[in-house]
């Protein structure tokens, strides 16, 4: 019978017979590096899958999609473009800052009447208000019926809209014929170019010159021109009595104006040509226009407002092409930046609130926009469009009414004798 190792009394030995005492650790260590290798020849396996399919594509993660922009400097030749372009647009309103400037457009305003048609208004807001509720607050503020009655005036009764100008010899209509460098005084007026027409009369032949001035105190005194010229005095205007101003260029050749209503807290759309009040919606659900970059500039700095006049941006936006977005954030905060340097710590608090609200605002559109695709869906719902074309209704009954009282202020025989 075969010989057995002679066992201690109360234990067995913890080492199995023919091995050393390290086996246990020894076989730890083999199968850590056994299981490292094979999770290593995995992983290269899928690497090199993935390029194969798609060498210079990123991996997908599709938790990352909708993490938001960071601003980066422009880099590539059509941001660095774009960016030229704001830098020089921006520069539009501060051109409005002159207080003598300001001084010599309000006495191209009759003031007296704008005043009274604009409390006349005010009080229709309040009674208005007042009839419905004591909490009611009024629709509109003081200031902002001082804006409206200056729309009216300014359409109506200061400026004028130019397509052909009529032959100055002979008043008959032209045709146009081409371009010409400004002369010498109009280019010292700020006219950065000249159309040519020609008077269409056989027997006079004259040729007319339309210089397109960019200078809105010139405009003062030739107060004619197409929708630049209109936007750019008018809001200066509106800056000469005393309103915050925005000038709204637009990447499909408009511009227009935004208000600051400190009665709302918010700005307000402003179209002199179309002499309409807070119709952001004017351009795409009016005119079926698509829209790709709407930029807002004013002394304060620059804005992109283009969620506030696109609400639906696979049916009414056009492809942003210009820049990256990442550089037009940095485009627009570099704008706001150079604006705000020397102000006080209290005025740029205050427009960093205004910042905030105002991105909210752009929030909620897109909101109310889904909402309303969303109720269109729904059987049984009321129409959104519906119920907000009968608020159009009523508010249009209001105005006719608010209209009727205030033509008295307006009357044009008595602004030919002024």
Not at 90 to 109: H, K, M, Q, V, Y
Not at 118 to 129: F, I, N, P, V, W
Not at 141 to 150: E, H, I
Not at 347 to 354: S, V, Y
């Amino acid at each position: 019978m075969a010989s057995r190792t002679p066992i201690s009394r109360g234990r067995r030995s913890a080492v199995p017979e023919g091995l050393n005492e390290t086996w246990a650790k020894d076989l730890t260590d083999q199968f850590r590096r056994t299981l490292s290798t094979k999770r290593m020849n995995a992983l290269t396996r899928q690497t090199t899958q993935q390029h194969t399919q798609a060498p210079n594509a990123p991996p997908s993660y599709s938790s990352l999609r909708n993490i938001p922009l960071v601003a980066t400097a422009p880099s590539d030749r059509n941001s660095l473009r774009f960016r030229s372009m704001l830098l020089s647009l921006s520069n539009t309103p501060c051109r409005w800052e002159n207080p003598g400037l300001l001084d010599e457009a309000l006495r191209s305003i009759p003031l007296e009447r704008i005043y009274d048609q604009a409390q006349e208004e005010s009080d229709l807001y309040l009674a208005e208000a007042a009839s419905l509720g004591t909490n009611t607050k009024a629709a509109w503020g003081y200031q902002d019926c001082v804006v409206r009655a200056l729309m009216k005036w300014f359409k109506h009764h200061f400026f004028q809209w130019i397509n052909n100008p009529k032959c100055g010899a002979c008043h008959a209509p032209t045709i146009a014929v081409g371009m010409a460098a400004p002369l010498p005084d109009e280019q010292a007026r700020g006219a950065n170019r000249v159309e040519i027409y020609q008077c269409s009369n056989a027997q006079c032949q004259a040729h007319e010159r339309f210089p397109r001035y960019s200078d809105a105190f010139v405009l003062l005194q030739t107060r004619r021109g197409r929708v630049g010229e209109w936007a750019n005095c008018f809001s200066m205007l509106c800056r000469a009595v005393g309103s915050r101003v925005r000038w709204v260029w637009n990447s499909e050749d408009h511009v227009w104006t935004e208000v600051y209503s400190e009665h709302r807290k918010r700005w307000v759309h402003v179209d002199a040509v179309e002499e309409v009040w807070d119709q952001p919606l004017l351009y795409t659900h009016g005119w079926k226009k698509k829209l790709a970059y709407c930029i807002a500039f004013s002394a304060d700095g620059c804005q992109d407002v283009t969620r506030r006049y696109v609400r639906n941006f696979g049916k009414y936006g056009l492809p942003r092409t210009k820049a990256q977005e990442s550089a037009v954030l940095h485009i627009i905060a570099e704008i706001k930046n150079m604006r705000r340097r020397d102000m006080n710590k209290t005025d740029k608090f205050r427009l960093e609130g205004e910042d905030i609200r105002e991105d909210k605002e752009f929030r909620q559109n897109v909101i109310e926009s889904l909402s309303r695709e969303i109720c269109r869906m729904l059987p049984g719902r009321p129409d959104a469009d519906m119920l907000k074309a009968q608020e159009r209704a009523r508010e249009a009954q209001l105005a006719r009414a608010r209209n009727q009282q205030n033509a008295q202020y307006f009357n044009p025989r008595d602004q030919q004798q002024q």
